[in-house]
């Protein structure tokens, strides 16, 4: 049996061994991750998400999913979009159940949950020619095509609602077994992730 004085410096040991992981945690380079509408202030959203998972239950297009610990020790767990599994329709029903406003109300004319980005080593276009899928998916209006019949993405116009990567063929087998890569993807605004999760 441990003595009073002997738990309560184990104890200390332990919250001070979380806070210094927590501390450290901050320091590490992170990965951007593609949040649901209105988690688009990370830190404030790393701050408050609970890992509740309420959010990504009631998703009715099932576009969210959740952070592996990869991502990073403060990251593991909390909601990212993943957008070969589904899109986002801005329903704000994610918002609604988010006990701590994690995610914040937001305009849905100008929210913007990252960027598509033409992937031009597997996009079909890019590739033999002949697909236009991805723009004529769009909702917005983001994509237009180049003299080459390229697609080519309007940053001011897209809000990376994900419907174009959700609808993209290109290597669609290796999706069915699992994979994620399709020749446009949305990646986070800042730029740091690769938009392949
Ligand atoms: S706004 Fe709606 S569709 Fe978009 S992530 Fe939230 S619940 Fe899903
Ligand atoms: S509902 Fe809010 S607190 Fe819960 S996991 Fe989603 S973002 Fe985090
Ligand atoms: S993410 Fe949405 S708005 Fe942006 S190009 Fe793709 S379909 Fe259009």
């Known amino acids: 049996m441990p003595s009073r004085r002997n738990f309560l410096k184990m104890t200390g040991g332990a919250f ?3 806070f210094g992981l927590g501390q450290a945690a901050k320091f590490l380079p992170r990965k951007a991750l593609l949040r ?3 988690g688009q202030d990370e830190a404030a959203f790393i701050a408050r998400c609970l890992r509740c998972d309420r959010c ?7 576009v969210i999913g959740l952070a592996n610990l990869s991502d990073g ?3 593991a767990r909390t909601p990212v ?3 070969h599994l589904g899109y986002c329709s801005f329903c704000n029903q994610c918002v609604e159940v988010c006990p701590t406003h994690a995610l ?3 305009d849905s ?3 913007k949950i990252g960027l598509a980005t033409v992937q031009k080593d597997i996009c079909i276009a890019w590739d033999s020619g002949g697909c236009m899928v991805c723009m004529d998916a769009c909702p917005y209006h983001a994509i237009t095509l180049d003299g080459q019949s390229h697609p080519v993405v309007d940053s001011r ?9 959700q609808i993209c063929p290109a290597l669609v087998m290796r999706s069915y077994i699992g994979g994620s890569i399709r020749g446009i993807v949305v990646t986070p605004i800042s730029g740091k992730g690769d938009g392949n999760i």
Not at 56 to 62: A, H
Not at 157 to 165: A, D, K, P, S, T
């Open 81 to 83: 979009m993943k957008f």
């Open 36 to 38: 649901p509408p209105g």
């Open 16 to 18: 001070a061994l979380l």
């Open 73 to 75: 020790i403060l990251e």
């Open 109 to 111: 004319k100008t929210v």
């Open 157 to 165: 116009q897209c809000n990376g609602c994900g419907i174009c990567e």
């Open 104 to 106: 914040q109300p937001f």
């Open 56 to 62: 990504r239950s009631i998703c009715p297009t099932s």
